[in-house]
C-alpha cells in the first residue's frame, strides 16, 4: 500500500538511535524525508550517511531539546531548510529513575525537562507548519505510564500526561484537520534498553525473565514493529480517521494476562 509520504517533510525527535532511527529509516523508505533531531550528532551523522546511501533524502539538527530555544531552533532550521512541515514525531525520552525514594524535587523537574516539556514545545513551535500542510503529530510514551514501574516517577508522569497530551490536541486541533496520535511500547531492544539491562548484575537472566512473560511469541518488540505502526498512524491516506488514539505494540504485555505465558 502507498503511504502516499513522498516528499513528506516529518521531523522525529531522538531520531539518531533506537525507536527514532527505525522511523526514520521507515520514513525515507517511503519517500519521505526524515528530519533527524538528537544531541548524539556522532549517530546522527551515521544515520543521515546510511539513509543518504539509500537514495533518501534526509537531513540533521543536532540540538538538547531539554532548552526551549533548542525547540524552537530545531523546528526553524527544518522549516527553512525543508519549506515545509508535514509531522511531528515526539520521541526522545529516557527512562532516568528519578523516584520517589531516589530522588529529590530538582531532580524530578529534570526528568520532566528530559521526558515532558520538549514534546509541548516541539509541538508548540511546530503547530504553525502543521496547520498549513493539514499534518500529523505522533508522540511515542511508555506503558509505564499505564502500568508503572516503581521508582522512575518522572518518567512515569511525563509519559501518562503525554497520553493526556495525546487526547487533549487531537481535540484541540481538530479545527485543522491535524491527528494527534500515541504510539506505546513496552519492551524494545534499543541502545536506551540495553543500558538499563546492563544496570542489573545479571543482565542475561534479566533480559529472559521479561521475554518470558510477553504474551506473544515471548519476544521482545522490534524497532521496526514500532515503525511500521508509525508511518501507517502519519499517513492520511492510511490512517486519515485516526485520531487521539493510544496505540499499544508490545506482543499483549499491557492487556493480556501474563500468567497465560
Ligand atoms: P534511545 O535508544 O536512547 O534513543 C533515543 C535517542 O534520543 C538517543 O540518541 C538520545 O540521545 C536522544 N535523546 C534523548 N533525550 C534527548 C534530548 N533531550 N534532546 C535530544 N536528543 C535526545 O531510546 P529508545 O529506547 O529508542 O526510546 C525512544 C522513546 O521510546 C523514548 O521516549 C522512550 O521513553 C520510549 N520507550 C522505549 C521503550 C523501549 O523498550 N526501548 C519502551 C517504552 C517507551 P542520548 O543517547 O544522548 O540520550
Same mark, same amino acid.
Given at each position: 500500500?502507498?503511504?502516499?509520504?513522498? =516528499?513528506?517533510?516529518?521531523?522525529?525527535?531522538?531520531?539518531?538511535?533506537?525507536?527514532?532511527?527505525?522511523?526514520?529509516?521507515?520514513?525515507?523508505? /517511503?519517500?519521505?524525508?526524515?528530519?533527524? @533531531?538528537?544531541?548524539?550528532?556522532?549517530?546522527?551523522?551515521?544515520?543521515?550517511?546510511?539513509?543518504?546511501?539509500? *537514495?533518501?533524502?534526509?537531513?540533521? @539538527?543536532?540540538? =538538547?531539546?531539554?532548552?526551549?530555544?533548542?525547540?524552537?531552533?530545531? @523546528?526553524?532550521?527544518?522549516?527553512?531548510?525543508?519549506?515545509?512541515?508535514?509531522?511531528?514525531?515526539?520521541?526522545? &525520552?529516557?527512562? =532516568?529513575?528519578?523516584?520517589? /525514594?531516589?530522588?529529590?524535587? /530538582?531532580?524530578?523537574?529534570?526528568?520532566?525537562?528530559?521526558?515532558?516539556? +520538549?514534546?509541548?514545545?516541539?509541538? +508548540?513551535?511546530?503547530?504553525?507548519?502543521?496547520?498549513?500542510?493539514?499534518?500529523?503529530?505522533?508522540?511515542?510514551?511508555?506503558?509505564?505510564?499505564?502500568? *508503572?514501574? &516503581?521508582?522512575?516517577?518522572?518518567?512515569?508522569s511525563a509519559k501518562g500526561a503525554?497520553?493526556?497530551?495525546?487526547?487533549?490536541?487531537? @481535540?484541540?486541533?481538530l479545527p485543522y484537520g491535524i491527528?494527534?496520535?500515541?504510539?506505546?511500547?513496552?519492551?524494545?531492544?534499543?541502545?536506551?534498553?540495553?543500558?538499563?539491562?546492563?544496570?542489573?548484575?545479571?543482565?542475561?537472566?534479566?533480559?529472559?525473565?521479561?521475554?518470558?512473560?510477553?504474551?506473544?511469541?515471548?519476544?521482545?518488540?522490534?524497532?521496526?514493529?514500532?515503525?511500521?505502526?508509525?508511518?501507517?498512524?502519519l499517513s492520511s491516506k492510511a490512517?486519515?480517521?485516526?485520531?487521539?488514539?493510544?496505540?499499544?505494540?508490545?506482543? *499483549?504485555?499491557?492487556?493480556?494476562?501474563?500468567?497465560?505465558?
Amino acid at each position: 500500500m502507498d503511504l502516499e509520504l513522498r =516528499d513528506k517533510v516529518v521531523l522525529i525527535t531522538g531520531g539518531a538511535k533506537g525507536i527514532g532511527a527505525a522511523i526514520a529509516r521507515a520514513v525515507g523508505q /517511503e519517500g519521505g524525508m526524515p528530519v533527524i @533531531v538528537d544531541r548524539d550528532a556522532e549517530a546522527g551523522e551515521k544515520l543521515v550517511a546510511e539513509l543518504r546511501g539509500g *537514495g533518501s533524502r534526509c537531513s540533521l @539538527v543536532r540540538a =538538547d531539546l531539554t532548552s526551549v530555544d533548542s525547540c524552537a531552533n530545531a @523546528v526553524e532550521c527544518t522549516a527553512k531548510e525543508c519549506g515545509r512541515l508535514d509531522a511531528l514525531v515526539n520521541n526522545a &525520552g529516557v527512562n =532516568d529513575r528519578v523516584g520517589l /525514594e531516589r530522588g529529590t524535587p /530538582e531532580e524530578y523537574v529534570g526528568s520532566l525537562q528530559q521526558n515532558l516539556l +520538549h514534546y509541548y514545545n516541539m509541538a +508548540h513551535y511546530a503547530l504553525p507548519h502543521l496547520e498549513r500542510s493539514r499534518g500529523a503529530v505522533l508522540n511515542i510514551a511508555s506503558k509505564v505510564a499505564v502500568t *508503572g514501574q &516503581g521508582g522512575t516517577s518522572g518518567y512515569a508522569s511525563a509519559k501518562g500526561a503525554i497520553l493526556a497530551l495525546t487526547r487533549e490536541w487531537a @481535540v484541540e486541533l481538530l479545527p485543522y484537520g491535524i491527528r494527534v496520535n500515541a504510539v506505546v511500547p513496552a519492551e524494545v531492544m534499543t541502545p536506551l534498553y540495553q543500558q538499563w539491562l546492563e544496570s542489573f548484575s545479571n543482565p542475561t537472566e534479566k533480559l529472559t525473565a521479561i521475554v518470558s512473560r510477553i504474551p506473544l511469541g515471548n519476544r521482545m518488540t522490534t524497532s521496526d514493529e514500532i515503525a511500521a505502526l508509525s508511518v501507517f498512524l502519519l499517513s492520511s491516506k492510511a490512517a486519515g480517521h485516526i485520531t487521539g488514539q493510544h496505540l499499544f505494540v508490545d506482543g *499483549g504485555y499491557v492487556h493480556l494476562d501474563r500468567a497465560l505465558s
